[in-house]
């Protein structure tokens, strides 16, 4: 056990994070973080852990580094055990080793965990090798921005401009125009292939390919700032063929994910791989009952049914955690039929060792009913639908029409998230947002309790996509028209639609 975690939190994208650096985020007592470690990852941190911001964005400094290191001393000293993380890897441009230098001198102990390197990262995420065999022999990590109290350069550009090394400058664009003067007048050939890429490994990544004599010029022309990499070298040629993360379908389109945060995970993910920057704005919030004598009483009278029909993921949840609590497990749902309303509750029930006998082929509670009729479901057999407190009663309706007996069995509840909409304000009035999803009739009905329709309207450019055609009328009720709707009511559906779109 170490006093104080040194940790590279990687160049952005959450899935470059090392294992053993989660491992140390979930269980430090402390988590120190800069600007550029994505800030995704404190949702790793214990619950009670301290979270300390110590920013570094350009000049504007947050805490001057003497502080942070005073920070991580005096914490460390009082016992607590620190993450402290760091862009990309620590010890390349991420002053961990004077952080290390200070924690030795202080009597404490400390950890590296290595973390993926912009300079690496970013040229492969923009379709660059650094090395390969046909262009270079080296690489070279190069400062673009040396410390301006320094008396003497450390740079011999000489060097750098006669090698063949591919060169990687971090902290560059603003010397650009001077880097690449100093490369061809030491001897670089103009004509030598230069890139930049911002933000890269993130959903907002950019890249440009240019050559030594136009790079600053055109990376002026397109307004490329910090944090960018620039790569110089014959490497930098192959970025157009071996290009990948920039052509996904919704590369850097932000997209609002409005369903309960607890369900909204796999949509956000798929999104993500699809290259969308997702936003969460849960509109619903999963509560449980205050009471669950009722779901307790069915659980133990369950041979009395002879289908149970789950409607949601959270139905799934709910019941099963009931179920363990009693001390029981999926046994005792013996020789019941089971119904899954969409392949995502399916999913659940299979997880959970029960492959349910009926999926219907359309996500919607009628086409579940009729499928349950030919079924065999029809007069007095016993159903039990295991759901939210409030939900659209069709099914138990229609089921009850075809002679069922029909006990809905709320598992908990569902109601509105009472976060403010400011966050989603300041990124529709940024246009950093084309697309806002509607997967039920209440995330819209609770997006508006958040947003008032009007507000959305001064937003004509972003387009709104509903799962199916009950989320459109709801959207209707608002004044609105679904720009994108899939043909099936899934979310893989919808994520296609929006790729389509
Ligand atoms: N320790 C970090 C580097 C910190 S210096 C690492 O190993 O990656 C800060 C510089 O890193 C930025 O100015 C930029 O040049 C580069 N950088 C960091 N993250 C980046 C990213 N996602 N895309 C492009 N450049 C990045």
């Not at 290191?69 to 080793?97: E, M, T």
């Not at 965990?113 to 492969?124: D, K, L, N, R």
């Not at 084309?434 to 309207?457: C, G, I, M, W």
């Amino acid at each position: 056990m170490a006093d104080v975690y040194l940790i590279g939190a990687g160049p952005g994208d959450p899935g470059l994070l090392t294992v053993r650096a989660k491992e140390l985020i979930e269980t430090c007592d402390i988590v120190v973080y800069d600007y550029l470690a994505n800030a995704e990852f404190l949702s790793y941190a214990r619950p009670d852990a301290e979270i300390i911001y110590v920013g570094k964005k350009g000049g504007d400094h947050t805490l001057p580094q003497d502080k942070i290191n005073d920070l991580l001393v005096d914490r460390a000293s009082q016992g607590k055990s620190i993450a402290r993380l760091k862009g990309g890897d620590p010890y390349v441009f991420g002053r961990g080793g004077e952080e290390a230098e200070e924690l030795i001198a202080a009597g404490l102990t400390f950890e590296v965990v290595p973390g993926i390197t912009a300079g690496v990262a970013a040229a492969a995420y923009a379709g660059i090798p650094v090395t390969h065999r046909d262009h270079t022999t080296s690489v070279c990590f190069i400062t673009g921005h040396e410390d301006p109290t320094k008396e003497k350069s450390g740079h011999n550009w000489d060097v750098y401009a006669k090698s063949t090394s591919t060169l990687v400058f971090y902290m560059g664009v603003g010397n650009l125009p001077m880097i690449a003067e100093k490369l061809i007048s030491g001897g670089r050939d103009p004509k030598t292939p230069a890139a930049l890429v911002r933000w890269g490994t993130r959903c907002t990544q950019e890249s440009m390919v240019a050559t030594l004599e136009t790079v600053a010029d055109e990376a002026a022309r397109r307004g490329f700032k910090a944090p960018s990499i620039i790569i110089v070298g014959g490497v930098c040629s192959l970025a157009d063929k071996l290009s990948w993360f920039e052509k996904r379908p919704l590369m850097g389109k932000g997209v609002v994910v409005t369903r309960a945060r607890e369900q909204a995970s796999g949509f956000a993910d798929t999104l993500r791989e699809m290259g969308a920057c997702a936003f969460q704005f849960p509109t619903i919030e999963i509560n449980p009952l205050p009471d669950y004598a009722e779901v307790q009483a069915a659980i133990g009278q369950i041979e009395n049914y002879d289908w149970l029909v789950f409607t949601s993921v959270n139905g799934v949840l709910k019941f099963w955690e009931q179920l363990d609590g009693m001390g029981l497990d999926t046994r005792v749902l013996g020789g019941r039929k089971v119904a899954a309303i969409g392949p995502a509750t399916a999913e659940a029930l299979v997880a959970r060792g029960v492959r349910p006998d009926f999926v219907p082929p359309k996500y919607v509670a009628e086409s579940v009913v009729a499928g349950l009729i030919e079924r065999g479901v029809g007069q007095g057999t016993k159903v039990l639908i295991p759901r939210a407190r409030v939900a659209r009663e069709v099914l138990p309706e229609e089921l009850s029409k075809a002679g069922a007996d029909v006990t809905v069995l709320p598992v908990y509840e569902t109601g509105l998230n009472e976060d403010g909409p400011e966050e989603l304000v300041a990124k529709l009035d940024a246009g950093d947002i084309d697309y806002v999803t509607f997967t039920s009739s209440s995330t819209v009905e609770n997006f508006f309790q958040l947003l008032a329709p009007e507000k959305l309207k001064q937003y004509p450019d972003v387009k709104l996509a509903c799962i199916g055609p009950v989320t459109a009328k709801t959207l209707a009720e608002y004044g609105f028209t679904p720009d994108i709707q899939p043909e099936d009511y899934t979310i893989p559906a919808l994520a296609a639609a929006l790729a389509n779109d």
